[in-house]
């Protein structure tokens, strides 16, 4: 519809000829009418919200609805830590919602977002109308804790390396121990597995050698912050005729 003018009733009559120059008219008087309704109204936007996942992006959802028209689109205009302008992400229909995921934010401050919603008439909602919304992001540089390293060597000649893993703000990742034993050539890794209560533990090769074993214990939380213990120098510890010393 091209029609401009809002909710004003059209008139209409038909009205024919024969050859024979016969005439009708229908209705036979009056006229009848139709309602032309025209969209003036926004959508609807509630149920906004935001959450940061441990990456350091920004997900925006929206109840977005138009009883008219329907829904054209949805965007999410926002600056967020670090931003020097403006910028904006569409936000797709999802299970009910609208939703859309920034980038990734790589230092911590406030996203300050509003959620915009145009149906097809091309009405305009902002939500704040005005101002913004926003949501704190704290991004994860704090490498993980590590406690409690220990070592121990069995009966077989296999080093047991265990220690308490922890991450407060995004969680362990990995962690494994990085070493050198009596014989080896190179510096060699195994992982270590999560026992639950924030311990790990891993278990070397077998070595038919005595001499020592050193190594170090590496963890990386979710956003790749790296720890080693210890960061440099040595700890040792003797056990029967096998050395372990910690590097
Ligand atoms: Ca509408
Ligand atoms: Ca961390």
Not at 207 to 225: H, I, K, L, P
Request: charge should be negative; proline fraction near 4%.
């Amino acid at each position: 519809m091209k029609e401009e003018k809002k909710n004003r009733s059209e008139r209409r009559a038909v009205e024919a000829r024969d050859n024979r120059d016969n005439y009708r008219r229908d209705p036979a008087s009056g006229d009848r009418s139709v309602q032309v309704t025209v969209d003036t109204t926004p959508p609807t936007i509630s149920n906004v919200s935001a959450s940061v996942d441990a990456n350091g992006r920004v997900t925006v959802q929206a109840t977005v609805t138009d009883d008219e028209t329907g829904v054209k689109s949805v965007n999410c205009s926002y600056q967020g830590p670090g931003d020097w302008v403006r910028e904006s992400f569409d936000m797709m229909a999802l299970g009910g919602a609208y939703r859309g995921t920034s980038k990734v934010y790589t230092q911590s401050g406030t996203f300050n977002y509003a959620v915009e919603a145009r149906d097809n008439r091309d009405n305009y909602r902002r939500d704040p109308a005005s101002g913004d919304r926003s949501v704190q992001v704290t991004v994860d540089t704090t490498p993980p804790t590590i406690s409690n390293v220990s070592a121990s060597v069995d009966a077989h000649g296999r080093v047991t390396v265990q220690a308490t893993v922890t991450d407060d703000e995004t969680g362990v990742k990995s962690v494994n121990c990085s070493y050198q034993g009596p014989g080896d050539w190179v510096r060699e890794s195994f992982d270590m597995m999560a026992q639950g209560g924030g311990v790990y533990r891993g278990t070397s090769k077998v070595y038919t050698q005595s001499g020592t074993f050193n190594y170090a214990v590496e963890a990386r939380d979710n956003r790749d912050n790296y720890r080693r213990d210890p960061a440099s120098g040595m700890i040792e510890s003797t056990k029967a005729d096998f050395k372990l010393s910690q590097t």
